[in-house]
């Protein structure tokens, strides 16, 4: 999940339990907050990671191009363990430190009420609630729910996201090719072109992180 403002967390589900990363680049928490000798995680938010989710810790998407992990929090917890597990950490003395509480809040609360709330604080625009259930009830997106959401974007245009995300989506409404000169249309199909391929299986504050 991204903010799309510079704040991030991901979730890995393994064979070894489930491993959850957050960044909050405004955090006193960030790798970015102190850059000398160069940035780095703060002291004992990843120390601690079990062997069975190391590689997740190492993962190049969760990383910037020279390999510093994006994270101010991490939690994990293995198939063997009777409850969520965190590092050792001397944290600052600051509200919500490590931006855990503002990146996992919805997880804890998986209202529409509440996801309208986030949004509104991130977009700083109004969002209409029952586009929010609609889509929070995984019912295919459309053009016209797209544009009440975010308007100027159209549902073709979100094709790569929509596919990233297998999100559930209406047919993608596509503009007609020119027919060739002199070429007729065939008796009852007018001028169409390409169908859509069919559905697919089922970014809180201004400044972006460094990337």
Do not use: N
């Not at 600051?94 to 509104?120: C, I, K, W």
């Not at 094709?159 to 990233?164: K, R, S, T, W, Y």
């Amino acid at each position: 999940m991204s903010t799309g403002s510079g704040d991030e967390y991901a979730i890995v589900f393994a064979p070894a339990g489930a491993y959850i990363r957050g960044f909050d680049h405004e955090s006193l928490m960030s790798p970015y907050a102190s850059v000398k000798p160069k940035p780095r995680p703060w002291p004992g938010v990843l120390d601690d990671v079990p062997e069975a989710f190391r590689t997740y810790v190492e993962e190049p998407a969760f990383a910037d191009a020279d390999g510093t992990p994006f994270v101010t929090a991490c939690l994990w917890r293995t198939t063997e363990d009777t409850s969520w597990r965190t590092g050792g950490i001397d944290f600052p003395d600051a509200p919500d430190p490590d931006g855990s509480g503002f990146l996992f809040e919805l997880l804890t609360d998986r209202s529409s009420e509440a996801y309208q709330e986030f949004a509104v604080s991130v977009r700083e625009v109004p969002v209409d609630l029952d586009a929010v259930r609609h889509v929070l009830s995984l019912r295919p997106l459309t053009d016209e729910l797209v544009a009440l959401l975010a308007p100027g974007l159209t549902l073709s245009g979100l094709g790569g996201d929509i596919a990233a995300i297998d999100c559930p989506a209406g047919p993608l409404k596509r503009r007609s090719p020119a027919p060739r000169q002199g070429a007729g249309l065939r008796k009852g199909r007018g001028a169409g072109g390409l169908r859509a391929p069919p559905p697919c299986a089922a970014r809180r504050r201004g400044r972006c992180a460094p990337r």
